[in-house]
Structures are given as structure tokens and as C-alpha cells.
T-cell receptor, first 111, second 115 residues
Framework: QKEVEQNSGPLSVPEGAIASLNCTYSDRVSQSFFWYRQYSGKSPELIMSIYSNGDKEDGRFTAQLNKASQYVSLLIRDSQPSDSATYLC???????????FGKGTTLSVSS | DTAVSQTPKYLVTQMGNDKSIKCEQNLGHDTMYWYKQDSKKFLKIMFSYNNKELIINETVPNRFSPKSPDKAHLNLHINSLELGDSAVYFCASSLRTSGVSETQYFGPGTRLLVL
């Protein structure tokens, strides 16, 4: 059974702080990794994707991937109240296979 | 312009009824998906179609039957609805299936409540 694990939270950070969201996965042959943001009552939207070990930065967001440790993380710098949402980690094995989602981490940014 | 649209947005029905949810994408994508998100927010793949052909069929009761009349549409028909079917159903699409980097775009969701 392929699994993606996330701490459900809530993770509470003050405005301007760095939020760190973590995800581990069980399938060693996983090739692609995604972070989706889901606001309450809305659909998931892609914010970052990463395929190679290391860091990938996009604005205030940095995704980090360590395939040896089967670990992927998302850092949000200068957190804003508008970042308050559930963050879903998703992992895909080989091309053509389904995305496996974690249960999500709820982030709360207080002003 | 709506990229991935679903109808209806809300669906309240009685146990035992049969209902359908429709999905359409205007992105020109080849691949479409149905996901179920339960009350604990766990999002799980149900089906995937590539160019009208079923390619992923997870362990889903056979009361659920997807139908793809063309590659822009993927509908979900549910027979004999049960209380446990209450969830949010999301349709998604991606350009194709073959690339590991394919991004999936989600529709707004259909909130199904079975009474």
C-alpha cells in the first residue's frame, strides 16, 4: 500500500514567520512530488512541484526533496494570514500512475 | 473562463437513489480524473481516463460508473447511493498521462450529501 504521511496539524505560526510543512512517502520509486493548497470549501490548487533532489524556490515558497530519506517539505517564508489553508502533499510513482495524496496539514497564520 | 467545471455544485439526495455528476474541461487535456474527498479531507483517486479510455480504476464499488463521451467530458454515475457516499467529488484534468511532471487541474468539486 503506497502511503503519503503528513502531520495533520494545525500548525500555527505568526505573520512573517517561516512555516515548515513536512511529508514522507513509502514508495521508493516515486518520481514526482507536488504541494497543493486547499482553502476551506475550495478545490486543491498546485503551488509547487519538484522532481529532483534538492531545493526548488518559487517566490516565498521553497520545496525540498530528499529521495534517499523519502522526504519532501515545503517552506513558506514571510507567512501571511492568506496562507492559512490545508496543504496537501501528493506523490506520483511512474508516469501514468495515480497521484497519492497525504491527508494534509492545516496551517494557521495569525496576524 | 472556467478550466474544469462540474455540475451540480451541491447534491442532496436520499439513500438508494441514482445520481450523476458531470465534468467538463476546456483546456484541451487528454486525461481526466475523479477523486473523492471524505469528511476528514482525505483526497483519493477513483478513476482516470485518457482520451476516453479507462486507465486507472481504483478499488471503488461497482455502483460507481464513469463515462467519457469525449476527451473533454468525464461523468460519474452512482447507483443505489449509500450514506457513506457523502463526500466532495473532484474532477481533475492533465495534459496527458505519460509525463511524470503532468500537473493536474481540479474542478470546484461537487458536494454530495446522502440522507
Amino acid at each position: 500500500q503506497k502511503e503519503v504521511e503528513q502531520n495533520s496539524g494545525p500548525l500555527s505560526v505568526p505573520e512573517g514567520a517561516i512555516a515548515s510543512l513536512n511529508c514522507t512517502y513509502s514508495d521508493r520509486v516515486s518520481q514526482s512530488f507536488f504541494w497543493y493548497r486547499q482553502y476551506s470549501g475550495k478545490s486543491p490548487e498546485l503551488i509547487m512541484s519538484i522532481y529532483s533532489n534538492g531545493d526548488k524556490e518559487d517566490g516565498r515558497f521553497t520545496a525540498q526533496l530528499n529521495k534517499a530519506s523519502q522526504y519532501v517539505s515545503l517552506l513558506i517564508r514571510d507567512s501571511q494570514p492568506s496562507d492559512s489553508a490545508t496543504y496537501l502533499c501528493a506523490v506520483r510513482g511512474q508516469a501514468g500512475t495515480a497521484l497519492i495524496f497525504g491527508k494534509g496539514t492545516t496551517l494557521s497564520v495569525s496576524s | 473562463d472556467t478550466a474544469v467545471s462540474q455540475t451540480p455544485k451541491y447534491l442532496v439526495t436520499q439513500m438508494g437513489n441514482d445520481k450523476s455528476i458531470k465534468c467538463e474541461q476546456n483546456l484541451g487535456h487528454d486525461t481526466m480524473y475523479w477523486y473523492k474527498q471524505d469528511s476528514k479531507k482525505f483526497l483519493k483517486i477513483m478513476f482516470s481516463y485518457n482520451n476516453k479510455e479507462l486507465i486507472i480504476n481504483e478499488t471503488v464499488p461497482n455502483r460507481f460508473s464513469p463515462k467519457s463521451p469525449d476527451k473533454a467530458h468525464l461523468n460519474l454515475h452512482i447507483n443505489s447511493l449509500e450514506l457513506g457516499d457523502s463526500a466532495v467529488y473532484f474532477c481533475a484534468s492533465s495534459l496527458r498521462t505519460s509525463g511524470v511532471s503532468e500537473t493536474q487541474y481540479f474542478g470546484p468539486g461537487t458536494r454530495l450529501l446522502v440522507l
